[in-house]
């Protein structure tokens, strides 16, 4: 394995540590947006999610990814628990691909993504401030 895939692993595996014993709670709570719910694993202009004034957690997510699961209850909390923020939800996933994580649909391909849950965290003034683990981990810290 070479050392940037056991590095994901690695952090993967932290992040399932650091949330398994959490309780399961409505991932779409409020201040949860499901942002393309209508047209799962297309592309999407990202930056029409982003508002102004409000930080936006931008969470791309496949059903069948146990670490998303894991993390949505903690999506919402922060979006209860921080008022200017918002979270929109991106299921990577296409319909028609059930069971695994749809590393090929249209929307991972557009973003790059080779592992989930992949957040974007965007400030009050719409810059992209932390992607990847580094945004996971200012969720797990504004959640504490």
């Known amino acids: ?26 991932a779409f709570a409020a201040g949860v947006i499901h942002g393309n719910k209508d047209n799962p694993g297309q592309p999407v202009d990202i930056k029409k999610f982003v508002k102004p004034g409000q930080t936006t957690i931008i969470d791309m997510y496949s059903q069948y990814c146990p670490p998303c699961e894991k993390i949505a209850p903690i999506l919402a909390s922060v979006a209860a628990k921080r008022p200017k923020t918002q979270v929109v939800k991106l299921d990577i996933n296409r319909p028609n691909v059930k069971g695994s994580i749809d590393f090929d649909s ?15 965290i965007f400030d009050e ?18 959640n504490k």
């Open 1 to 26: 394995m070479n050392l940037k895939l056991y590095k994901k692993a690695v952090g993967m595996a932290m992040i399932l540590l650091l949330l398994g014993g959490l309780v399961v709670v409505p």
């Open 106 to 120: 249209p929307l991972a391909k557009q973003q790059g993504l080779n592992f989930v849950p992949f957040i974007l």
């Open 125 to 142: 003034q719409g810059q992209l401030q932390y992607k990847g683990q580094d945004a996971i981990n200012k969720v797990l810290e504004w």
